[in-house]
């Protein structure tokens, strides 16, 4: 039954992963182009009107951005991981490095939203007059997490890499 069900999943996903593909990234330049349709709220970082923001400020902005560029890398190689999982082949040789990359990603994903979140608020308010400045940090269990899980990941795909050297090794002696 799941021979079956298999493919079906993963070609479901791997619709859903290039949706997200083209979506993500669309919604990124729509918030910071589109500031009216409240996508990216910067009151919480600066007082500045958008249009008087210092280069300071767009730095941090992008810096910002930073994880959702490796998230986008990994929904990139779930693509990859879904169309080989739609041949009904989930122990294919191919899986383990690609499971590996995506949990890379995720993981760096994962600590750079940690590591960012003091970066871009004290980037976007230096515009600020001073006493207004801050620098946020940010840590979570929703975050610790997305770290753990993203970590395992890297670990099931490195597991799955070298069984399949292992068994590739096996053959021959047959």
Not at 53 to 79: D, E, Q, R, S
């Amino acid at each position: 039954m799941t021979e079956v069900r298999l493919p079906k999943v993963a070609a479901a996903l791997y619709a859903l992963s290039i949706a997200a593909l083209v979506v993500f990234p669309a919604l990124i330049v729509l918030a910071v182009a589109v500031p009216s349709l409240g996508l990216f709220d910067s009151v919480d970082f600066t007082s500045v009107p958008r249009d008087e923001w210092p280069t300071l400020t767009w730095i941090g902005l992008a810096v910002g951005f930073l994880p959702a560029i490796f998230m986008w890398l990994a929904v990139y190689k779930m693509c990859g991981l879904f169309a080989l999982y739609r041949s009904g082949d989930p122990l294919a040789p191919q899986a383990g490095p690609l499971i590996k990359a995506i949990g890379s990603y995720l993981l760096i994903s994962a600590v750079l939203s940690v590591i960012v979140v003091p970066i871009k608020t004290g980037l976007m308010s230096l515009g600020n007059p001073v006493g207004e400045r801050s620098i946020s940090v940010a840590l979570n269990s929703s975050t610790v997490g997305f770290i753990l899980v993203a970590g395992l990941l890297c670990l099931i795909g490195w597991s799955m890499s070298e069984a399949t050297k292992i068994a590739a090794e096996n053959k021959e002696f047959i």
